[in-house]
């Protein structure tokens, strides 16, 4: 069964930081670009970052651009999102989703929450 | 970036209702539209890719079409477990961008 499954959310204070992971099995994990896309409470989806099979190609929002970084572990079959400065606004459900043009397979989602 | 506007944000409809969901980009994006489901407390599931090509396990009643600027989800005899908010999603360019949601509410 393809399954991803993230973990590492939680609460921080702004300014603070949280790395996000996310485990992926039941496909060959090396053979696809990965995404992460966040939901804020009660709002909409919002892609975050996008990072390329061999991690040759890593693209961000403009929201996140200079915070979080994307990275990727092949050989361990996880993907992470390493989030620094995090402020209130980043504040949402962050899903891992597997990326084939479309994003076919998505994970439940860790939950981030920024406050004081 | 590439807008994509749905309409409308929020339908009542009754089961066995046929219903349209549209789903307008801010440029031309060819095929490269795709559809989701979110149902309450759950990641969101992949409906339609590319415009009109069912995903694998999606019942037949859900059907897309469009090309360029211009798209459609149709739901045809709606069912009960259809109550969800349903969102479009662009990757012909980065920032890849969703619409903002149609929920649908069944009476």
């Known amino acids: 069964e393809v399954q991803l499954v993230e973990s590492g959310g939680g609460l921080v204070k702004p300014g603070g930081s949280l790395r996000l992971s996310c485990a992926a099995s039941?496909?060959?994990?090396?053979?696809?670009?990965m995404n992460w896309v966040r939901q804020a409470p009660g709002k909409g989806l919002e892609w975050v970052s996008s990072?390329?099979?061999?991690?040759?190609?890593?693209y961000y929002a403009d929201s996140v651009k200079g915070r979080f970084t994307i990275s990727r572990d092949n050989a361990k079959n996880s993907l992470y999102l390493q989030m620094n400065s995090l402020r209130a606004e980043d504040t949402a459900v962050y899903y891992c989703?597997?990326?084939?043009?479309?994003?076919?397979?998505w994970g439940q989602g860790t939950t981030v929450t920024v406050s004081s | 970036e590439i807008v994509l506007t749905q309409s409308p944000d929020f339908q009542s409809v009754t089961p066995k209702e046929k219903v349209t969901i549209t789903c307008r980009a801010s440029?031309?994006?060819?095929?490269?539209l795709h559809w989701y489901q979110q149902k309450p407390d759950q990641s969101p599931k992949l409906l339609i890719k590319y415009a009109s090509q069912s995903f694998s396990g999606v019942p037949s009643r859900f059907s897309g079409s469009g090309s360029g600027t211009d798209f459609t989800l149709t739901i045809n005899s709606l069912e009960a477990e259809d109550a969800a908010t349903y969102y479009c999603?662009?990757?012909?360019?980065?920032?890849?961008?969703f619409g903002q949601g149609t929920k649908l509410e069944i009476k």
């Open positions: 039941g496909f060959t994990f090396s053979s696809y670009s």
């Open positions: 990072i390329s099979s061999s991690s040759s190609y890593i």
């Open positions: 999603h662009q990757s012909s360019s980065l920032p890849y961008t």
């Open positions: 440029q031309s994006i060819g095929s490269s």
């Open positions: 989703a597997r990326d084939l043009d479309s994003i076919d397979v």
